[in-house]
Protein backbone atom coordinates (compact mmCIF):
# COMPACT_ATOMS: atom_id res chain seq x y z
CA UNK A 1 0.00 0.00 0.00
CA UNK A 2 1.21 3.32 -1.14
CA UNK A 3 1.26 6.14 1.91
CA UNK A 4 1.63 9.93 1.19
CA UNK A 5 3.37 12.78 3.66
CA UNK A 6 2.81 16.38 2.61
CA UNK A 7 4.60 18.99 4.10
CA UNK A 8 4.54 22.74 2.48
CA UNK A 9 7.13 25.00 3.89
CA UNK A 10 5.64 29.10 3.61
CA UNK A 11 7.98 30.31 5.69
CA UNK A 12 11.24 31.54 4.25
CA UNK A 13 12.95 31.17 7.88
CA UNK A 14 12.36 27.71 8.15
CA UNK A 15 14.80 25.18 6.48
CA UNK A 16 14.12 21.33 5.25
CA UNK A 17 15.98 19.89 8.45
CA UNK A 18 14.16 22.29 10.81
CA UNK A 19 10.66 21.66 9.00
CA UNK A 20 11.26 17.20 9.18
CA UNK A 21 12.43 17.20 12.70
CA UNK A 22 9.11 19.20 13.23
CA UNK A 23 6.56 17.23 11.61
CA UNK A 24 8.41 13.93 13.19
CA UNK A 25 7.46 14.87 16.37
CA UNK A 26 4.15 15.38 15.50
CA UNK A 27 3.72 12.06 13.92
CA UNK A 28 5.59 10.68 17.24
CA UNK A 29 2.95 11.91 19.53
CA UNK A 30 0.47 10.82 17.51
CA UNK A 31 -2.95 11.44 16.09
CA UNK A 32 -4.40 12.87 18.89
CA UNK A 33 -7.21 15.32 17.74
CA UNK A 34 -10.40 14.73 16.31
CA UNK A 35 -12.14 15.93 13.20
CA UNK A 36 -16.26 17.22 12.59
CA UNK A 37 -16.51 13.48 11.09
CA UNK A 38 -14.99 11.78 14.31
CA UNK A 39 -11.70 10.39 12.60
CA UNK A 40 -8.39 11.04 14.32
CA UNK A 41 -5.79 13.17 13.18
CA UNK A 42 -2.68 14.69 14.09
CA UNK A 43 -2.53 17.94 16.18
CA UNK A 44 -4.32 20.75 14.56
CA UNK A 45 -1.39 23.04 15.22
CA UNK A 46 1.73 22.80 17.13
CA UNK A 47 3.81 26.39 17.62
CA UNK A 48 7.77 26.13 17.61
CA UNK A 49 10.55 28.53 18.42
CA UNK A 50 12.85 28.88 15.41
CA UNK A 51 16.32 28.20 17.06
CA UNK A 52 18.23 29.29 13.82
CA UNK A 53 16.48 32.86 14.05
CA UNK A 54 15.74 32.79 18.06
CA UNK A 55 13.23 35.54 17.36
CA UNK A 56 10.41 34.38 15.11
CA UNK A 57 7.65 31.49 16.12
CA UNK A 58 6.45 29.28 13.63
CA UNK A 59 3.88 26.58 13.13
CA UNK A 60 3.02 23.53 12.06
CA UNK A 61 -0.36 23.09 11.01
CA UNK A 62 -2.11 19.85 10.04
CA UNK A 63 -4.01 20.25 7.13
CA UNK A 64 -6.60 17.55 7.64
CA UNK A 65 -6.95 13.99 6.28
CA UNK A 66 -6.07 14.38 3.01
CA UNK A 67 -6.79 10.55 1.94
CA UNK A 68 -6.84 7.41 3.65
CA UNK A 69 -2.90 7.14 2.95
CA UNK A 70 -2.16 10.88 2.98
CA UNK A 71 -1.36 13.36 5.59
CA UNK A 72 -0.61 16.83 4.70
CA UNK A 73 1.26 19.55 6.91
CA UNK A 74 1.63 22.75 6.54
CA UNK A 75 4.63 25.26 8.09
CA UNK A 76 3.79 28.61 8.47
Known amino acids: ?4 IIITIDNNKVDY ?7 LE ?3 EGKIST ?4 RKQYCWATRYK ?3 YHTTDFVVS ?8 TESFLII
Open 1 to 4: MKRK
Open 17 to 23: KQALEKV
Open 35 to 38: DGKG
Open 62 to 69: NRGNKGKN
Open 50 to 52: NML
Open 26 to 28: IIN
